[in-house]
């Protein structure tokens, strides 16, 4: 069952520049987490944000969560062409023991 | 870097043969999955297991099998491949609770021929 949605499916950015993804989820959640892949790599987690939080910092990465619209919102401030890679959100419902449901994914792609 | 390991990291196998594909953790986590990607696209969960003799199928089917014997051991595997198999395997794991973030093992491309 598809949970989250990102917005935009490609992103295409110069290096200095700021990433925008967004992320649309449809049920109640415990926590929104964002997760980026590498191609051919396995996921790695970025930043856990809880229901109760509207936004959270990590270095160059803010996060927002709006639950009255059911969206979140990566933003990467300052690319590189290392944060090339796909992005993608994962919900997490309020029951325990529930897995994460994983949306489509944002292809970032920054060139220098 | 993840204490999560696959093996084998690439799979090219004939159709029809058993293949067991190898997920280890050395985290002590209970909780294990496996997830199915093709190329560019999302990620479907077709196992997970939330500690030993516990396993449950995900929200994709899938024909394949798992087991967990071992906290720390979750292998997968296909009785017959089928081209239709053909795509990425990632195994992950997490502590039990709704807090906990998952890591990712590098993955296991397999393509069945």
């Known amino acids: 069952s598809q949970q989250g949605e990102e917005d935009p499916q490609a992103l295409s950015i110069q290096e200095g520049e700021n990433a925008t993804m967004n992320c649309s989820y449809k049920t109640s959640i415990n926590n929104l987490q964002w997760y980026r892949q590498n191609s051919g790599r396995g996921l790695v987690h970025l930043i856990l944000?809880?229901?109760?939080?509207r936004e959270k910092h990590s270095g160059r990465l803010r996060v927002t969560l709006d639950t009255s619209k059911k969206s979140s919102s990566l933003l990467i401030t300052a690319s590189r062409a290392a944060d090339t890679a796909s992005y993608f959100c994962a919900t997490a419902a309020n029951q325990a023991g529930t897995a994460l449901i994983f949306g489509k994914g944002t292809t970032l792609s920054v060139s220098s | 870097e993840a204490d999560i390991y696959q093996t084998p990291r690439y799979l090219v196998i004939g159709t029809g043969k058993k293949i067991t594909l190898e997920c280890s953790q050395t985290m002590g986590h209970d909780k294990m999955y496996w997830y199915q990607q093709d190329p560019g696209m999302e990620l479907h969960l077709i196992h997970y297991s939330y500690g030993v003799n516990s396993t449950e199928k995900g929200d994709l089917s899938s024909e394949s099998t798992v087991s967990r014997i071992r906290t720390e051991h979750f292998p997968l595997t296909l009785e017959s491949a089928r081209p239709s198999h053909t795509s990425q395997y990632l195994c992950?794991?997490?502590?039990?609770?709704?807090?906990?973030?998952?890591?990712f093992g590098p993955g296991t491309r397999l393509t069945v021929t």
């Open positions: 944000i809880r229901s109760n939080e």
């Open positions: 992950a794991s997490s502590e039990y609770g709704r807090d906990y973030e998952q890591y």
